[in-house]
């Protein structure tokens, strides 16, 4: 391929937004609340195009974004969690807003049970479970975003 044949940096960004996007803004949808997955999703693609020198090629690039996406929920989270302790040492109220329909189909009464029982593992465990059930990713995939061995993988 000559360098004149290489896709711009705009079009291999295009390419990998268009075939990730809609797995990776479901991956936040499962774990934050509607306005913040929204949010979470765009950082996600925030981080990529920032570098994306760094994003590897192929199914690589799959993995990557969800490691990711990883770090980037949890930020929300702790986000999250500061601003519900913030509030309740101010005395303030805090508004809610009503989950969307899209929210309400994912996180419906029948898995109510199933978000508790994953919820009662410790984290690395939960993530792996999610990674696995939710996502869909093989042992090998979810090994290399959490950075354990495929054995771990299969033991969790």
Not at 14 to 37: G, I, K, N, Q
Not at 58 to 77: C, E, F, S
Not at 110 to 120: F, K
């Amino acid at each position: 391929m000559n360098v004149s044949d290489a896709p711009s940096t705009d079009e291999r960004f295009r390419r990998l937004f268009d075939a990730h996007h809609r797995e990776l803004h479901a991956y936040c949808l499962r774990r934050l609340p509607v306005e913040d997955a929204n949010e979470a999703a765009s950082d996600i693609f925030l981080v990529a195009w920032r570098r994306s020198e760094d994003v590897p090629e192929g199914d690589h690039a799959r993995l990557w974004l969800y490691g990711v996406a990883r770090n980037v929920v949890r930020n929300w989270q702790r986000s999250g969690r500061r601003q519900l302790r913030l509030v309740a040492k101010s005395g303030a109220s805090i508004m809610t807003t009503t989950d969307g329909p899209e929210v309400q189909v994912i996180r419906s009464e029948e898995h109510d049970e199933v978000t508790a029982a994953i919820g009662a593992l410790r984290e690395l465990d939960q993530e792996v479970v999610r990674l696995k059930i939710w996502e869909g990713l093989p042992n090998e995939a979810v090994g290399t975003i959490l950075g354990i061995s495929d054995r771990a993988v299969e033991a969790r």
